[in-house]
Protein backbone atom coordinates (compact mmCIF):
# COMPACT_ATOMS: atom_id res chain seq x y z
CA UNK A 1 0.00 0.00 0.00
CA UNK A 2 2.87 2.50 1.39
CA UNK A 3 4.60 1.88 -2.35
CA UNK A 4 1.85 1.86 -4.40
CA UNK A 5 0.65 5.54 -2.81
CA UNK A 6 4.05 7.00 -2.99
CA UNK A 7 4.38 6.11 -6.98
CA UNK A 8 0.74 7.12 -7.33
CA UNK A 9 2.13 10.71 -5.66
CA UNK A 10 5.22 10.93 -7.39
CA UNK A 11 3.15 10.25 -10.56
CA UNK A 12 0.44 13.23 -9.96
CA UNK A 13 3.51 15.56 -9.35
CA UNK A 14 5.47 14.67 -12.32
CA UNK A 15 1.66 14.93 -14.63
CA UNK A 16 1.33 18.54 -12.73
CA UNK A 17 4.81 19.84 -13.69
CA UNK A 18 4.88 18.57 -16.64
CA UNK A 19 1.33 19.19 -18.16
CA UNK A 20 0.52 15.87 -18.51
CA UNK A 21 -2.24 12.95 -18.32
CA UNK A 22 -1.50 9.82 -16.09
CA UNK A 23 -1.13 6.71 -17.27
CA UNK A 24 -2.73 5.00 -14.53
CA UNK A 25 -4.98 1.94 -14.76
CA UNK A 26 -6.38 2.49 -11.78
CA UNK A 27 -8.46 5.38 -12.33
CA UNK A 28 -12.06 3.92 -11.96
CA UNK A 29 -11.00 3.90 -8.15
CA UNK A 30 -10.56 7.28 -7.60
CA UNK A 31 -13.11 9.50 -6.12
CA UNK A 32 -14.67 11.14 -8.71
CA UNK A 33 -11.83 11.10 -11.47
CA UNK A 34 -9.31 13.15 -9.15
CA UNK A 35 -6.20 12.40 -10.94
CA UNK A 36 -4.47 15.53 -9.60
CA UNK A 37 -4.96 18.52 -7.81
CA UNK A 38 -3.74 22.38 -8.47
CA UNK A 39 -2.77 24.96 -5.18
CA UNK A 40 -2.43 28.15 -5.91
CA UNK A 41 -0.93 30.14 -3.20
CA UNK A 42 -1.69 34.19 -3.21
CA UNK A 43 0.18 36.65 -1.43
CA UNK A 44 4.42 37.94 -1.20
CA UNK A 45 6.32 34.51 -1.93
CA UNK A 46 9.47 36.19 -2.05
CA UNK A 47 12.53 35.44 -4.55
CA UNK A 48 15.51 33.14 -4.54
CA UNK A 49 17.69 36.48 -4.60
CA UNK A 50 15.23 38.42 -2.11
CA UNK A 51 13.39 35.87 -0.19
CA UNK A 52 11.15 36.20 2.99
CA UNK A 53 12.22 36.35 6.62
CA UNK A 54 12.61 32.95 8.26
CA UNK A 55 9.44 33.29 10.53
CA UNK A 56 8.58 31.08 14.09
CA UNK A 57 5.09 33.08 14.04
CA UNK A 58 4.03 31.95 10.86
CA UNK A 59 3.42 34.53 7.01
CA UNK A 60 -0.16 34.38 6.00
CA UNK A 61 -1.08 33.75 2.46
CA UNK A 62 -4.53 32.89 1.01
CA UNK A 63 -4.66 29.19 -1.17
CA UNK A 64 -7.38 28.23 -3.93
CA UNK A 65 -6.96 23.99 -4.09
CA UNK A 66 -9.22 22.59 -7.46
CA UNK A 67 -9.36 19.20 -8.17
CA UNK A 68 -8.41 17.40 -12.11
CA UNK A 69 -9.29 14.97 -13.70
CA UNK A 70 -6.72 13.15 -16.13
CA UNK A 71 -8.15 14.81 -19.08
CA UNK A 72 -7.08 18.24 -17.17
CA UNK A 73 -10.89 18.86 -16.57
CA UNK A 74 -11.72 20.52 -13.29
CA UNK A 75 -13.68 17.75 -11.14
CA UNK A 76 -17.06 19.67 -10.85
CA UNK A 77 -18.61 17.03 -9.10
CA UNK A 78 -16.16 16.58 -6.37
CA UNK A 79 -17.39 17.81 -2.59
CA UNK A 80 -14.67 16.24 -0.28
CA UNK A 81 -11.63 16.94 1.72
CA UNK A 82 -8.14 17.75 0.76
CA UNK A 83 -5.35 17.52 3.73
CA UNK A 84 -3.07 21.15 3.69
CA UNK A 85 0.97 20.63 4.26
CA UNK A 86 4.14 22.50 3.50
CA UNK A 87 7.76 21.47 3.21
CA UNK A 88 9.82 22.62 4.87
CA UNK A 89 7.83 23.73 7.79
CA UNK A 90 4.44 24.08 9.51
CA UNK A 91 0.85 25.06 8.24
CA UNK A 92 -2.47 26.19 10.11
CA UNK A 93 -5.38 26.68 8.38
CA UNK A 94 -8.07 28.84 9.14
CA UNK A 95 -11.43 29.64 7.44
CA UNK A 96 -14.72 27.87 7.09
CA UNK A 97 -15.18 24.30 5.79
CA UNK A 98 -11.52 23.21 7.49
CA UNK A 99 -11.04 21.05 10.30
CA UNK A 100 -6.90 21.09 11.09
CA UNK A 101 -5.53 20.96 8.26
CA UNK A 102 -8.04 20.04 6.08
CA UNK A 103 -9.89 22.02 3.78
CA UNK A 104 -13.60 20.94 2.55
CA UNK A 105 -13.96 21.24 -1.58
CA UNK A 106 -17.54 22.65 -3.17
CA UNK A 107 -17.95 21.72 -7.15
CA UNK A 108 -14.04 20.72 -7.16
CA UNK A 109 -13.00 24.23 -5.39
CA UNK A 110 -11.88 25.18 -2.61
CA UNK A 111 -10.82 29.37 -2.46
CA UNK A 112 -10.11 32.22 -0.17
CA UNK A 113 -8.66 29.36 2.05
CA UNK A 114 -6.56 31.40 4.94
CA UNK A 115 -2.83 29.57 6.02
CA UNK A 116 -0.39 30.17 7.93
CA UNK A 117 2.98 29.03 7.53
CA UNK A 118 5.68 29.30 10.14
CA UNK A 119 9.62 27.56 10.16
CA UNK A 120 9.77 27.29 6.36
CA UNK A 121 13.36 27.90 4.71
CA UNK A 122 14.80 27.58 1.62
CA UNK A 123 12.51 27.12 -1.46
CA UNK A 124 9.06 25.88 0.31
CA UNK A 125 6.06 24.60 -1.64
CA UNK A 126 2.27 23.97 -0.06
CA UNK A 127 0.92 20.67 -0.72
CA UNK A 128 -2.61 19.77 -1.47
CA UNK A 129 -3.31 15.18 -0.91
CA UNK A 130 -6.46 13.86 -1.44
CA UNK A 131 -6.44 11.13 1.12
CA UNK A 132 -10.19 10.01 0.88
CA UNK A 133 -10.36 11.43 4.73
CA UNK A 134 -14.16 12.42 5.38
CA UNK A 135 -13.75 13.66 8.59
CA UNK A 136 -17.63 14.19 10.71
CA UNK A 137 -18.47 13.88 14.77
CA UNK A 138 -16.99 10.97 15.69
CA UNK A 139 -20.12 10.96 17.86
CA UNK A 140 -22.61 11.45 15.26
CA UNK A 141 -26.07 9.12 15.89
CA UNK A 142 -27.98 7.29 15.40
CA UNK A 143 -25.50 6.72 12.24
CA UNK A 144 -22.08 6.51 13.54
CA UNK A 145 -18.92 7.33 11.06
CA UNK A 146 -18.25 4.64 8.61
CA UNK A 147 -14.95 4.22 10.04
CA UNK A 148 -16.73 3.54 13.24
CA UNK A 149 -19.78 1.74 12.43
CA UNK A 150 -18.66 -2.53 12.81
CA UNK A 151 -19.61 -2.71 9.08
CA UNK A 152 -17.57 -3.43 6.34
CA UNK A 153 -18.84 -1.03 3.93
CA UNK A 154 -16.58 -1.02 1.15
CA UNK A 155 -16.52 -5.45 1.05
CA UNK A 156 -12.94 -5.57 1.24
CA UNK A 157 -12.58 -7.96 4.19
CA UNK A 158 -11.53 -5.16 6.84
CA UNK A 159 -14.08 -3.49 9.16
CA UNK A 160 -13.03 0.16 10.46
CA UNK A 161 -10.29 1.57 11.99
CA UNK A 162 -7.53 1.01 12.64
CA UNK A 163 -7.68 -2.30 10.26
CA UNK A 164 -9.22 -1.02 6.99
CA UNK A 165 -6.19 1.09 5.69
CA UNK A 166 -8.84 3.10 3.74
CA UNK A 167 -9.54 4.63 7.24
CA UNK A 168 -7.98 7.90 8.11
CA UNK A 169 -9.24 8.00 11.59
CA UNK A 170 -12.25 6.37 13.74
CA UNK A 171 -14.65 10.06 12.55
CA UNK A 172 -13.51 9.01 8.67
CA UNK A 173 -17.32 8.62 7.31
CA UNK A 174 -15.62 6.98 4.24
CA UNK A 175 -13.53 3.41 3.81
CA UNK A 176 -12.38 4.71 0.64
CA UNK A 177 -8.57 4.85 0.57
CA UNK A 178 -8.92 8.31 -1.56
CA UNK A 179 -6.72 8.89 -4.94
CA UNK A 180 -3.62 9.70 -3.18
CA UNK A 181 -3.49 12.42 -5.71
CA UNK A 182 -1.43 15.44 -4.90
CA UNK A 183 -0.54 19.20 -6.20
CA UNK A 184 1.79 21.89 -4.88
CA UNK A 185 2.30 25.27 -5.17
CA UNK A 186 4.67 27.84 -6.89
CA UNK A 187 7.77 27.81 -4.82
CA UNK A 188 7.87 30.11 -1.47
CA UNK A 189 11.15 31.23 -0.54
CA UNK A 190 12.24 31.86 2.90
CA UNK A 191 15.40 32.93 3.68
CA UNK A 192 17.40 30.47 6.10
CA UNK A 193 17.28 30.69 10.13
CA UNK A 194 20.03 32.31 12.35
CA UNK A 195 21.22 29.87 15.02
CA UNK A 196 18.66 31.16 17.74
CA UNK A 197 16.10 30.12 15.58
CA UNK A 198 18.01 26.97 15.49
CA UNK A 199 17.72 26.77 19.29
CA UNK A 200 14.42 27.90 19.20
CA UNK A 201 14.55 30.18 22.27
CA UNK A 202 13.83 27.35 24.20
CA UNK A 203 15.20 24.06 25.95
CA UNK A 204 14.34 22.37 22.24
CA UNK A 205 14.68 23.35 18.86
CA UNK A 206 11.51 23.34 16.88
CA UNK A 207 13.66 21.80 13.82
CA UNK A 208 14.69 18.76 15.46
CA UNK A 209 15.88 16.46 12.66
CA UNK A 210 15.43 19.30 10.29
CA UNK A 211 18.68 19.77 8.13
CA UNK A 212 18.71 23.45 8.07
CA UNK A 213 21.59 26.06 6.54
CA UNK A 214 22.92 28.92 8.76
CA UNK A 215 23.98 31.98 6.78
CA UNK A 216 26.78 33.76 7.79
CA UNK A 217 28.65 37.15 6.77
CA UNK A 218 31.98 37.11 4.37
CA UNK A 219 34.01 39.69 6.04
CA UNK A 220 34.04 40.79 10.02
CA UNK A 221 32.18 44.20 9.26
CA UNK A 222 29.19 44.61 11.73
CA UNK A 223 25.97 44.21 9.79
CA UNK A 224 22.74 46.46 9.16
CA UNK A 225 20.13 45.86 11.78
CA UNK A 226 17.92 44.67 9.46
CA UNK A 227 20.58 42.62 8.08
CA UNK A 228 20.37 39.12 8.36
CA UNK A 229 23.24 37.66 8.05
CA UNK A 230 25.46 37.85 10.98
CA UNK A 231 29.04 37.07 11.97
CA UNK A 232 29.46 33.79 12.92
CA UNK A 233 32.26 33.24 14.93
CA UNK A 234 33.95 30.01 15.87
CA UNK A 235 34.98 30.15 19.30
CA UNK A 236 36.52 26.93 20.37
CA UNK A 237 37.34 23.22 18.55
CA UNK A 238 37.95 19.50 20.23
CA UNK A 239 38.47 16.39 18.63
CA UNK A 240 34.65 16.16 17.96
CA UNK A 241 33.47 19.09 16.87
CA UNK A 242 33.54 22.97 16.85
CA UNK A 243 31.18 25.66 18.59
CA UNK A 244 30.15 29.03 17.32
CA UNK A 245 28.34 32.06 18.13
CA UNK A 246 26.53 34.29 16.78
CA UNK A 247 28.20 37.48 17.58
CA UNK A 248 25.39 40.09 15.71
CA UNK A 249 21.83 38.17 17.75
CA UNK A 250 20.11 40.67 19.87
CA UNK A 251 16.94 38.48 19.75
CA UNK A 252 16.16 38.86 23.73
CA UNK A 253 15.20 42.53 24.09
CA UNK A 254 18.29 43.99 22.73
CA UNK A 255 20.41 41.28 24.50
CA UNK A 256 21.77 38.14 22.77
CA UNK A 257 20.43 34.95 23.63
CA UNK A 258 20.16 31.40 22.50
CA UNK A 259 23.25 32.78 20.07
CA UNK A 260 25.46 29.49 20.38
CA UNK A 261 25.61 25.65 19.11
CA UNK A 262 27.62 22.84 18.81
CA UNK A 263 28.86 20.61 15.80
CA UNK A 264 29.15 17.41 16.47
CA UNK A 265 32.12 16.47 13.85
CA UNK A 266 33.28 12.89 14.37
CA UNK A 267 36.57 14.48 14.62
CA UNK A 268 38.16 17.80 14.70
CA UNK A 269 37.00 19.86 11.75
CA UNK A 270 39.80 20.61 8.66
CA UNK A 271 40.43 23.81 7.57
CA UNK A 272 38.85 25.58 10.63
CA UNK A 273 40.84 27.88 13.46
CA UNK A 274 38.94 29.88 16.49
CA UNK A 275 38.26 33.08 15.16
CA UNK A 276 37.48 32.14 11.61
CA UNK A 277 34.17 33.12 10.22
CA UNK A 278 31.64 31.18 8.75
CA UNK A 279 29.74 31.92 5.71
CA UNK A 280 27.85 29.12 6.02
CA UNK A 281 26.66 26.60 8.41
CA UNK A 282 24.54 23.52 7.59
CA UNK A 283 23.27 20.41 9.53
CA UNK A 284 21.01 18.23 10.94
CA UNK A 285 19.30 19.49 13.94
CA UNK A 286 19.36 17.01 16.89
CA UNK A 287 18.67 16.94 20.60
CA UNK A 288 21.71 14.96 22.36
CA UNK A 289 21.38 14.67 26.44
CA UNK A 290 19.50 17.86 26.31
CA UNK A 291 21.52 19.88 24.09
CA UNK A 292 20.97 21.20 20.74
CA UNK A 293 23.52 20.41 18.15
CA UNK A 294 24.33 19.73 14.32
CA UNK A 295 25.04 16.67 13.76
CA UNK A 296 27.13 15.74 10.37
CA UNK A 297 27.66 18.96 9.61
CA UNK A 298 28.75 20.90 6.82
CA UNK A 299 30.89 24.32 6.69
CA UNK A 300 32.63 26.74 4.79
CA UNK A 301 35.10 28.96 6.06
CA UNK A 302 33.96 32.79 4.70
CA UNK A 303 36.80 34.46 6.64
CA UNK A 304 39.99 32.40 7.88
CA UNK A 305 41.72 34.72 10.67
CA UNK A 306 44.96 35.04 10.80
CA UNK A 307 47.15 37.31 13.65
CA UNK A 308 48.12 40.49 12.26
CA UNK A 309 45.96 40.00 8.92
CA UNK A 310 45.10 43.13 8.45
CA UNK A 311 42.22 41.77 6.10
CA UNK A 312 41.27 38.80 8.22
CA UNK A 313 40.97 42.44 11.39
CA UNK A 314 40.88 41.38 15.02
CA UNK A 315 39.68 38.58 16.56
CA UNK A 316 35.84 38.33 16.85
CA UNK A 317 35.56 35.83 19.81
CA UNK A 318 33.46 37.86 22.45
CA UNK A 319 34.08 37.63 26.74
CA UNK A 320 32.52 35.30 28.09
CA UNK A 321 29.09 35.46 30.08
CA UNK A 322 29.88 35.15 33.99
CA UNK A 323 27.59 32.65 35.60
CA UNK A 324 27.17 33.23 39.54
CA UNK A 325 24.37 31.46 41.47
CA UNK A 326 21.20 33.44 40.83
CA UNK A 327 22.28 32.59 37.04
CA UNK A 328 22.97 28.77 37.48
CA UNK A 329 19.53 28.29 39.86
CA UNK A 330 17.91 30.19 36.74
CA UNK A 331 17.31 27.21 34.14
CA UNK A 332 15.95 30.11 31.20
CA UNK A 333 19.62 31.59 32.26
CA UNK A 334 21.56 28.57 31.61
CA UNK A 335 19.79 28.05 28.40
CA UNK A 336 20.24 30.94 26.61
CA UNK A 337 24.37 30.49 27.43
CA UNK A 338 24.12 27.05 26.11
CA UNK A 339 27.49 26.37 23.92
CA UNK A 340 28.82 29.60 24.55
CA UNK A 341 31.95 30.66 26.25
CA UNK A 342 31.04 31.49 29.79
CA UNK A 343 32.82 32.21 33.32
CA UNK A 344 33.31 30.93 37.25
CA UNK A 345 35.03 32.49 39.33
CA UNK A 346 36.93 31.95 42.60
CA UNK A 347 34.96 28.48 42.34
CA UNK A 348 35.82 25.87 45.40
CA UNK A 349 37.64 23.21 44.15
CA UNK A 350 36.43 19.63 46.12
CA UNK A 351 39.07 18.35 48.87
CA UNK A 352 36.97 15.12 49.19
CA UNK A 353 37.63 12.69 46.30
CA UNK A 354 39.17 9.31 45.61
CA UNK A 355 38.76 6.09 43.97
CA UNK A 356 37.44 3.86 46.30
CA UNK A 357 34.01 2.75 46.85
CA UNK A 358 31.83 5.26 49.05
CA UNK A 359 31.47 2.58 51.82
CA UNK A 360 27.61 2.10 52.61
CA UNK A 361 26.89 4.67 49.90
CA UNK A 362 28.14 7.76 51.94
CA UNK A 363 31.21 9.59 49.96
CA UNK A 364 34.28 9.78 52.24
CA UNK A 365 37.87 10.96 52.16
CA UNK A 366 39.44 9.21 49.57
CA UNK A 367 36.34 7.42 48.68
CA UNK A 368 33.96 9.02 46.04
CA UNK A 369 33.14 6.55 43.67
CA UNK A 370 29.23 5.56 43.95
CA UNK A 371 29.53 3.04 40.89
CA UNK A 372 29.05 0.23 43.07
CA UNK A 373 28.56 -2.21 40.11
CA UNK A 374 31.85 -1.03 38.09
CA UNK A 375 30.01 -0.14 34.88
CA UNK A 376 31.66 3.22 34.72
CA UNK A 377 28.49 5.22 35.39
CA UNK A 378 25.78 6.47 37.74
CA UNK A 379 22.65 4.54 37.63
CA UNK A 380 20.31 7.44 38.10
CA UNK A 381 16.96 5.04 39.30
CA UNK A 382 16.52 6.51 42.97
CA UNK A 383 18.78 3.72 43.71
CA UNK A 384 21.74 3.65 46.30
CA UNK A 385 24.31 4.82 42.83
CA UNK A 386 21.83 8.09 42.75
CA UNK A 387 21.44 8.24 46.20
CA UNK A 388 25.19 8.42 46.51
CA UNK A 389 25.68 10.85 43.80
CA UNK A 390 23.23 13.15 45.45
CA UNK A 391 25.23 12.71 48.86
CA UNK A 392 28.47 13.92 47.11
CA UNK A 393 26.88 16.86 45.20
CA UNK A 394 25.14 18.35 48.79
CA UNK A 395 28.10 18.06 50.09
CA UNK A 396 30.92 21.54 48.85
CA UNK A 397 33.90 19.25 49.58
CA UNK A 398 33.34 16.45 47.58
CA UNK A 399 33.31 15.35 43.97
CA UNK A 400 31.78 12.10 42.68
CA UNK A 401 34.96 9.88 41.08
CA UNK A 402 33.72 8.16 38.15
CA UNK A 403 32.81 11.39 36.53
CA UNK A 404 36.51 12.02 36.95
CA UNK A 405 37.55 8.83 35.57
CA UNK A 406 35.81 8.48 32.56
CA UNK A 407 35.30 11.88 31.34
CA UNK A 408 37.92 14.04 33.69
CA UNK A 409 35.10 16.41 34.96
CA UNK A 410 35.22 17.84 38.81
CA UNK A 411 32.18 19.20 40.90
CA UNK A 412 33.29 22.62 41.94
CA UNK A 413 31.52 25.03 44.31
CA UNK A 414 30.45 28.73 42.91
CA UNK A 415 31.75 31.42 45.45
CA UNK A 416 28.83 33.68 47.64
CA UNK A 417 25.43 33.17 49.25
CA UNK A 418 24.29 30.01 51.32
CA UNK A 419 21.89 28.58 48.66
CA UNK A 420 23.44 25.48 46.53
CA UNK A 421 25.61 26.06 43.34
CA UNK A 422 27.58 23.52 42.05
CA UNK A 423 28.95 23.18 38.74
CA UNK A 424 30.74 20.77 36.42
CA UNK A 425 34.16 21.57 34.94
CA UNK A 426 36.58 19.25 32.77
CA UNK A 427 40.29 20.06 34.03
CA UNK A 428 41.78 17.12 32.77
CA UNK A 429 41.64 17.79 28.95
CA UNK A 430 43.91 21.05 29.89
CA UNK A 431 45.53 20.27 32.59
CA UNK A 432 47.46 16.80 32.42
CA UNK A 433 49.02 17.55 35.84
CA UNK A 434 45.93 18.18 38.15
CA UNK A 435 45.92 16.25 40.88
CA UNK A 436 42.04 15.51 41.64
CA UNK A 437 43.28 14.28 45.18
CA UNK A 438 44.60 17.26 46.50
CA UNK A 439 43.09 18.10 50.08
CA UNK A 440 44.32 21.28 50.10
CA UNK A 441 42.17 24.14 49.96
CA UNK A 442 41.95 26.04 46.66
CA UNK A 443 39.79 28.55 44.51
CA UNK A 444 39.98 28.49 40.63
CA UNK A 445 38.49 30.47 37.91
CA UNK A 446 36.96 28.29 35.04
CA UNK A 447 36.70 29.45 31.11
CA UNK A 448 35.14 27.84 28.92
CA UNK A 449 32.14 26.93 26.73
CA UNK A 450 28.96 25.21 28.53
CA UNK A 451 27.30 21.98 27.69
CA UNK A 452 24.37 20.46 29.08
CA UNK A 453 24.26 16.72 29.96
CA UNK A 454 21.30 15.68 31.46
CA UNK A 455 20.64 17.83 34.12
CA UNK A 456 23.89 18.56 34.87
CA UNK A 457 25.76 21.59 33.31
CA UNK A 458 29.49 21.19 32.91
CA UNK A 459 31.97 23.93 31.58
CA UNK A 460 34.65 22.82 29.40
CA UNK A 461 37.97 24.82 28.97
CA UNK A 462 39.38 25.06 25.77
CA UNK A 463 43.12 25.44 26.69
CA UNK A 464 45.15 25.92 30.17
CA UNK A 465 44.89 29.34 29.93
CA UNK A 466 41.01 29.27 30.82
CA UNK A 467 41.66 26.91 33.99
CA UNK A 468 43.92 29.02 36.75
CA UNK A 469 44.37 28.10 40.09
CA UNK A 470 44.58 30.75 42.83
CA UNK A 471 48.18 30.73 43.74
CA UNK A 472 49.91 29.08 40.61
CA UNK A 473 51.27 31.89 39.15
CA UNK A 474 48.51 32.24 36.47
CA UNK A 475 46.89 35.08 35.47
CA UNK A 476 43.27 34.72 34.60
CA UNK A 477 42.67 35.62 30.75
CA UNK A 478 39.95 38.27 30.80
CA UNK A 479 38.97 38.01 27.16
CA UNK A 480 38.59 34.99 25.55
CA UNK A 481 40.05 36.12 22.17
CA UNK A 482 43.28 36.81 23.22
CA UNK A 483 44.35 33.09 24.37
CA UNK A 484 43.88 29.34 23.76
CA UNK A 485 43.81 30.51 20.14
CA UNK A 486 45.40 28.26 17.40
CA UNK A 487 47.25 29.51 14.63
CA UNK A 488 47.11 27.83 10.51
CA UNK A 489 48.99 25.08 9.98
CA UNK A 490 50.96 24.71 6.52
CA UNK A 491 48.76 22.71 5.50
CA UNK A 492 45.91 25.01 6.17
CA UNK A 493 47.29 27.28 4.20
Do not use: K
Amino acid sequence: MRSRRARLILLAALAHGCGEVIPDATQADRAGGVAWVRVTAAGARGALDAPLPFSSNGVPFTVRVEVYSRTNALVTGFNGWVALSVSPGLISVRGADTLGNYVRLTNGVADNVEVSVSRGYGEARIWAEESGYVPVSPTRAPDPPACADGLDNDGDGFVDYPADLGCAAANDDTERAGSYAVGASEPIYFDTPQIADVQGRSALSPLVDERVTVRGRLNNAPPDASDPRHRLVVTQINNSGFYVTDIDDQSCNGAPCYNSIYSFNFRAPDGMRPCDLLSTLTGSVAEFVNTTQFSQPGFQVGLAWRPNDAVAGACLIPDAAEIDRAVLADEAAMERLESGLVRVRDVTLPTMMGPGVAPNGVPMPGATNCDRNNDGRITFDNGPEEQCAEACAADARCSEWSSWARYGQITVTLAGGAAAGRIAVSPRTVDPNFDPENTTPRTATVTGTLQQVGPNWIVSPRCGADFVISGDGQTVCEHPRDCCLQERSIGDE
